[in-house]
C-alpha cells in the first residue's frame, strides 16, 4: 500500500519545484528580447507604441536597379513571418526596390510592440515606406496581411499605387464562420488559451517562437475584418486576386466577392490551396511582375476606368444567402456539433442554436447534429456499462466523472422509474452519466434504451436549439459592435444562455425546483454560509478589540493547560485526560498512529458497539465516524494513519454548552448553550427516502451530505411514521439543527459545569460537547457525558439557531471574543505565556497539512 503521507510530500514538492520553474520562466520571458538578425539586408526603423515608448521594426530591404521606380512592398500573414516570401523573393526581378518588414510581434519584430490590430500594423507600414523616403508603393498582401494593406489604402490612398491580394483576406462573410461575433469568441477562446500556457507552463520563452503562439491569436482576435468591405468598395488603385482554387483557409468565395465589389480588379486561379505563395512561386511572379508592368504602362484600369458592367455589379448589395454554409464546410459544421455534445450537451446546443441564428446553417441541420451527437453519446455510455461493466467504470475518462455511489443511484432509480428515468434525467444534471451507464450494466434491451434515448434526446434537442436560434439573434443585437467589450459581452451572453438553460432545466421537475429552493435558502440564510464569507468582519473586530488592549496575542493565553489556548491542533485525548477526574467523560481509547495491532487494542478495551472512530486532531466533525460492529471498525482503523480516538457512543441529546471563567472570579459561568437536533425524516408508505429528504424543508438544506451519507437507502420507501435519522453526528455541516438553547441555564447546571471544568487546571474558556439523557436531566446537572472540548476558537454555537439576525450573531461572537482577551490578559498578568507570532504561524501551516489529519 502507497504511503499517503510519502505521496503528498513527494506533490508538495513537485509543486514547489513547479512554482520556481514558473517564476523563472517569468523572469526569463520579462526580459527575452529578439535582437537584428546579423544578415545582408536587415535593417531596422523606430515605431512609437500605445505607452508612448518606441518599438523596432525590423525588415529586409532589397535595392532596385532603377531608383525612379515606386518600391514593392511585401506584407506576410499570421502566422508567419516574412521568411514566407523567400521563394518568391528569388523569382521577382531587382528593377525596384523591395521591402519585406516583420510586422509588429512577429519574426525579427516580436519585441516590444502590444497591439498587433490592422490599423496598427497599418501605421507601422506607413512608417516604413516614409522612413524609405518614398510616397508611395506597390503592395503584395499575402493572407492575414490583407488586413493592413486594405486599411493604409483606405487612411492613405496616395500611398497605394497597386495591390496585390494573394490568398488574402477581406470580407467578413467569407472569413470562418462568417459572422464576426461567432468569430470573435473563437479567436478570444484561442487567445486565452494560449495566454493560459504561456503564462502556466515554465518554457522559457519556447512558446513565444512556435507557429501558434500568443501574438498570433492576437493578431486574430484584435483584427477586425468588418471594415475591410467597405476598404474593397473605395479601393481606387489597380488591383490584382491571385487565389488557390481549393484554398481552405481564406476560401474561394471570398476572393470572387473581392472581385465583384472591386470592379477594376483582375482575378488569377491556380491549382492549390492557401500556400500557393510557396508552391507556385514561379507562377506567382510572373503574374505579379506582368502586372507591374501594366500598371507602369497604364494597362491595369484603376476604379474610375473600370467596366461599367462590373461597376454595376459592384454596387449590388451583398447576399446574405451566401453566408449559408454549404458543401465541404457545412458538413463539417455538423460534424463538429454532433462532436461538441459529448463534451457538453448544452454549450453545443447553444452554439447550434446561434450558427442558425446568425444564418449559417438551418433550423433542421442544427436540430439534427445536436440531436445525433446527444443520441450517439447516450448509446456510447450505455454501451460501455453494457459490454464493459463496472471494469469500464473504474477506467479512465469514466472513473473521473461516475463515482460508485453515483452508478448504484443510477441503477436503483432507472429500476423503480424505468423510461421515465431517461426522460427525468435529461432536465437532472449529473444523473445522465451514471444512469446510462447504469442501463448497460443491468441489461435493459438494446432496442428499447435506443427508442428512450431517441424520444428523449428529441425532447431535449428541438426545443433548446430553436429557443436558442429565436432568443439570440435578438439578443446579439443589443452586443457593442466595436471596441474592447465585443468579447466579454458576446461571451457573456453565451454564459447567461447556460446559466439559464441550467436554471429551465431544474426548474423542469419537482426534484430541481427544490433542489433550487435549497440553494437560495442556503445562499440567504447566513448560518450555511462558508467561512470565507462570514467570518472577515469578525476577523476585523477581534484585530481591532486587540489593537485597543495592545496585545493581538492576548487570547492565546485564555487557557494556558491547552497549547496556544486551543487554537488548532489540540489533542482530543490529552484535552479528555484532563477531564477523567471530572468522572463526566465518555469512555474513550487513545490509538496513536504507531500503536501495533489497534484492532487488537479495541478488542481487549472491549467497549460494546456502536463506537465513535475520529481523528485525535480535527474540527468541525471531519473524519468523524460511528461504527455498528467489528468489520466497519476495522476498515476505518485500517485507512486511518493519523492518531486515532475510539469512543463510547453515548444516546441521548447532544449540546454544546459555552463556559468561559474569568481568573479574579470565583465560579464561572455559561455563556451559551445549544441544543443540536440530530434531521430525521418521517415515513408515509408512499416517498423514498430520497423523496423525504427533498421535501423535507430542513433535510434539504443538507440534502447533498444526506443522499452521500444514506447512498445504499435512497431508494428505500420507510413505513408509515417510521423516524429515519438522517444526521447521527452533532455537526452543523454535517446536518444538524442548532437551537438556542440558554433557556436551559439553570444555577445547578452552572455549578456542575463549574465543577467539571475545575478538574482541568488551567481551563478558562471554551465548549463542552456532550450528552445528557434530555432537556430536564440537563437543566439539574445530572448524567452529563463529556464528549470533547475545544478552546479558544470554539464558537458560541446558538447563533446558528435559524433565522437569527446576522448582527445578532456577529454581537454574540465579539462578546465572547471580548472575554477571551479578558481573560487572556488577566493571565498574562498572572504570568501565563501568550504565544508569539512564529509560533501561531507553525500552527497554522502544521493545520493545514493533510498530513496530521
Not at 476604379?303 to 451583398?318: H, L
Not at 487554537?567 to 481509547?589: C, M, R, T
Request: hydrophobic share 45%; proline share 6%.
Amino acid at each position: 500500500m502507497r504511503n499517503p503521507q510519502v505521496m503528498i510530500t513527494k506533490k508538495r514538492l513537485l509543486l514547489f519545484l513547479y512554482l520556481i520553474a514558473l517564476l523563472a520562466s517569468w523572469v526569463v520571458m520579462s526580459n527575452r528580447r529578439v535582437p537584428l538578425p546579423q544578415r545582408a539586408g536587415w535593417q531596422e526603423i523606430s515605431i512609437p507604441t500605445d505607452d508612448g515608448s518606441s518599438a523596432m521594426l525590423r525588415y529586409r530591404r532589397f535595392a532596385g536597379t532603377n531608383p525612379g521606380l515606386a518600391p514593392l512592398v511585401l506584407v506576410h500573414g499570421s502566422p508567419m513571418a516574412s521568411s514566407c516570401f523567400d521563394p518568391l523573393l528569388a523569382a521577382l526581378p531587382r528593377d525596384r526596390t523591395i521591402l519585406v518588414p516583420d510586422l509588429p510581434g512577429f519574426g525579427a519584430s516580436s519585441s516590444g510592440f502590444s497591439d498587433f490590430s490592422f490599423p496598427a500594423h497599418a501605421e507601422a507600414l506607413a512608417h516604413l515606406v516614409e522612413a524609405e523616403n518614398h510616397k508611395s508603393a506597390h503592395w503584395i498582401a499575402y493572407s492575414q496581411g490583407g488586413g493592413p494593406v486594405l486599411d493604409l489604402s483606405a487612411r492613405m490612398p496616395s500611398m497605394c499605387e497597386s495591390v496585390v491580394l494573394l490568398s488574402s483576406i477581406g470580407v467578413q462573410e467569407h472569413e470562418l464562420t462568417g459572422d464576426y461575433f461567432l468569430n470573435h469568441i473563437l479567436h478570444g477562446t484561442q487567445w486565452i488559451a494560449l495566454e493560459g500556457l504561456r503564462w502556466g507552463l515554465p518554457h522559457f520563452g519556447v512558446l513565444d517562437d512556435v507557429l501558434l503562439n500568443v501574438r498570433y491569436a492576437r493578431n486574430f482576435y484584435n483584427g477586425d475584418m468588418r471594415p475591410l468591405r467597405g476598404h474593397l468598395n473605395a479601393l481606387a488603385s489597380p488591383v490584382l486576386i491571385i487565389h488557390g482554387e481549393s484554398d481552405r483557409l481564406v476560401p474561394p468565395s471570398a476572393a470572387r466577392e473581392h472581385f465583384r465589389i472591386v470592379p477594376q480588379s483582375r482575378a488569377e486561379w491556380l491549382s492549390g490551396g492557401h500556400m500557393v505563395l510557396m508552391s507556385e512561386w514561379k507562377i506567382v511572379a510572373g503574374m505579379i511582375e506582368g502586372f507591374l508592368k501594366d500598371v507602369e504602362s497604364g494597362a491595369a484600369p484603376d476604379r474610375s476606368r473600370a467596366d461599367p458592367v462590373r461597376v454595376e455589379s459592384a454596387a449590388k448589395p451583398f447576399d446574405k444567402k451566401a453566408m449559408e454554409l454549404s458543401g465541404m464546410s457545412y458538413h463539417l459544421t455538423l460534424a463538429g456539433i454532433a462532436l461538441a455534445t459529448l463534451v457538453s450537451e448544452d454549450l453545443a446546443c447553444l452554439a447550434a442554436g446561434l450558427l442558425v441564428a446568425r444564418g449559417l446553417i438551418p433550423l433542421g441541420g442544427g436540430i439534427g447534429a445536436a440531436f445525433s451527437g446527444i443520441f450517439l453519446g447516450d448509446m456510447l455510455l450505455y454501451l460501455a456499462g453494457k459490454f464493459g461493466g463496472r471494469w469500464c467504470v473504474e477506467r479512465v475518462p469514466l472513473r473521473w466523472i461516475i463515482s460508485e455511489r453515483n452508478l448504484d443511484a443510477g441503477r436503483d432509480f432507472l429500476q423503480k422509474k424505468g423510461a421515465m428515468a431517461v426522460f427525468i434525467s435529461r432536465f437532472t444534471p449529473g444523473m445522465r452519466l451514471p444512469l446510462y451507464v447504469a442501463s448497460g450494466i443491468v441489461k435493459v434491451p438494446t432496442s428499447k434504451m435506443a427508442l428512450w434515448f431517441m424520444l428523449a434526446g428529441l425532447a431535449w434537442s428541438i426545443p433548446v436549439v430553436s429557443l436558442t436560434a429565436f432568443f439570440g439573434d435578438r439578443a446579439v443585437q443589443w452586443l457593442p459592435t466595436n471596441g474592447t467589450a465585443v468579447f466579454p459581452a458576446a461571451l457573456a451572453l453565451i454564459v447567461l444562455m447556460w446559466a439559464l438553460l441550467r436554471l429551465l432545466t431544474q426548474l423542469a421537475t419537482h426534484r430541481g425546483r427544490r433542489i433550487l429552493w435549497a440553494k437560495w435558502q442556503r445562499l440567504t440564510r447566513w448560518e450555511f454560509w462558508p467561512p470565507w464569507v462570514f467570518y472577515p468582519p469578525v476577523v476585523i473586530m477581534v484585530f481591532l478589540l486587540g489593537l485597543r488592549r495592545r496585545n493581538l496575542l492576548a487570547f492565546t493565553a485564555a487557557n494556558p493547560s491547552m497549547p496556544h489556548s486551543g487554537i488548532a491542533g489540540e489533542s482530543k485525548s490529552d484535552i479528555l485526560g484532563h477531564l477523567l477526574p471530572s468522572g463526566a467523560v465518555a469512555p474513550f481509547l487513545s490509538l496513536p498512529a504507531s500503536t501495533p495491532d489497534r484492532l487488537e487494542a479495541v478488542r481487549k478495551w472491549n467497549p460494546g458497539f456502536p463506537l465513535v472512530v475520529k481523528p485525535d486532531v480535527g474540527e468541525r466533525g471531519r473524519d468523524v465516524v460511528i461504527v455498528h460492529d467489528e468489520f466497519s471498525l476495522a476498515h476505518e482503523i485500517e485507512k486511518r494513519t493519523c492518531d486515532t480516538i475510539i469512543q463510547k457512543y453515548v444516546e441521548g441529546a447532544e449540546f454544546g454548552v459555552f463556559y468561559l471563567r474569568h481568573p479574579d472570579e470565583k465560579t464561572g459561568r455559561i455563556f451559551s448553550i445549544t441544543t443540536k437536533i440530530m434531521t430525521s425524516v418521517i415515513g408515509d408508505d408512499v416517498q423514498t427516502l430520497e423523496e423525504l429528504i427533498l421535501n423535507d424543508d430542513r433535510a434539504v438544506l443538507s440534502h447533498r451530505h444526506f443522499r452521500r451519507l444514506h447512498q445504499q437507502r435512497l431508494g428505500e420507501i420507510p413505513a408509515m411514521g417510521q423516524r429515519v435519522r438522517l444526521a447521527s453526528l452533532g455537526s452543523h455541516c454535517r446536518g444538524a439543527l442548532f437551537l438556542n438553547g440558554n433557556h436551559l441555564i439553570t444555577p445547578s447546571l452552572e455549578a456542575e459545569m463549574d465543577r467539571i471544568a475545575r478538574t482541568f487546571d488551567g481551563f478558562h474558556f471554551g465548549r463542552f460537547d456532550l450528552r445528557c439523557p434530555d432537556e430536564e436531566a440537563l437543566k439539574r446537572g445530572e448524567g452529563i457525558r463529556l464528549i470533547e472540548l475545544n478552546g479558544v476558537t470554539s464558537e458560541a454555537t446558538h447563533i446558528y439557531h435559524p433565522h437569527t439576525p446576522l448582527l445578532s450573531g456577529y454581537r454574540a461572537l465579539i462578546r465572547q471574543w471580548r472575554h477571551s482577551y479578558d481573560i487572556g490578559m488577566a493571565n498574562a498578568a498572572a504570568g501565563a505565556r501568550v504565544s508569539t507570532w512564529r509560533e501561531l504561524a507553525i500552527l497554522v501551516r502544521e493545520h493545514f497539512n493533510p498530513d496530521k489529519h
